[in-house]
């Protein structure tokens, strides 16, 4: 049974565990080590590649993943682009959460308009299909 190595940065939800089970078919969810979760919170904006930068997170998945193993993949435009390749070239299957998103606006006494946005976790998608 394949892995679920997480890239993003938030925490899986109990549904969004469930539904990998459930639906990808995973034996188990790995987090990343702090040092690589901080990387990827902290991707430098003023970088002219991240290519380098990435490193330690590529050699993380090649030294923990195997061919087949699905890795959750959402974060700075870039690195994900980036990471993405990487991982179909690794034979990785890099998948991102689709959310539904409900907005919900008040109007404040202040005359400023207050929104919140509540997010449901809907399903796992593949990239590229």
Partial sequence: ???LFLLFNHTL???QEADAHRSLGVAEVIAPPPDISRLWAEIPPEADSLKEYLLPVMAWLTQTARPGDYVLVQGEFGATWLVVNEAMAMGLVPIYATT????TERMLPTGQIE?????????????GY
């Fill in 13 to 15: 939800t109990a549904q």
């Fill in 1 to 3: 049974m394949p892995s």
């Fill in 115 to 127: 929104i919140q946005h509540v997010f449901q976790h809907v399903r796992f998608r593949r990239y």
């Fill in 100 to 103: 539904r998103r409900v907005a």
